[in-house]
């Protein structure tokens, strides 16, 4: 197997990621917001902001996915965008709560885990894509 064909393989793997990630993210983040007075109830002490962000950034994760998965140059800077941006709304969440906002406990996991899945992501698109393209 050649070093491309792996390369190739992985940036694939990480589009994939990227789309069914994004695609979940959609459909959660919809329930939570449009959802019924069930839904509602599920979602607790959801912060509006993160939640609102984290439903948008789903369709973004999408098109990265695609771009990705054909390798586009501009799905390099959208993964890169889309973890700088994660990063900067995770750090007004923590102000939120370090103010004593309402949260819950899951989405300091949820925030982590998206910030460290696009990390990922971004470090295989810059690999694969960007001048640093080792393949």
Do not use: D, P
């Amino acid at each position: 197997m050649t070093k491309e064909s792996i390369c190739g393989r992985v940036l694939v793997i990480a589009a994939g990621v990227a789309v069914v990630f994004g695609a979940l993210t959609v459909f959660s983040g919809g329930r939570a917001l449009f959802g019924g007075a069930e839904a509602q109830a599920a979602v607790g002490n959801a912060v509006g902001f993160v939640l609102w962000f984290n439903f948008l950034a789903g369709f973004a994760y999408i098109v990265a996915g695609i771009g990705l998965y054909l390798r586009h140059l501009a799905a390099l800077w959208l993964s890169i965008a889309i973890l700088v941006s994660t990063v900067l709304v995770g750090v007004f969440f923590g102000i939120h709560v370090l103010q004593g906002g309402a949260y819950e406990l899951r989405t300091v996991g949820a925030m982590i885990l998206r910030a460290a899945v696009w990390g990922v992501i971004s470090i295989v698109a810059w690999r694969n894509l960007g001048k640093a393209a080792q393949c």
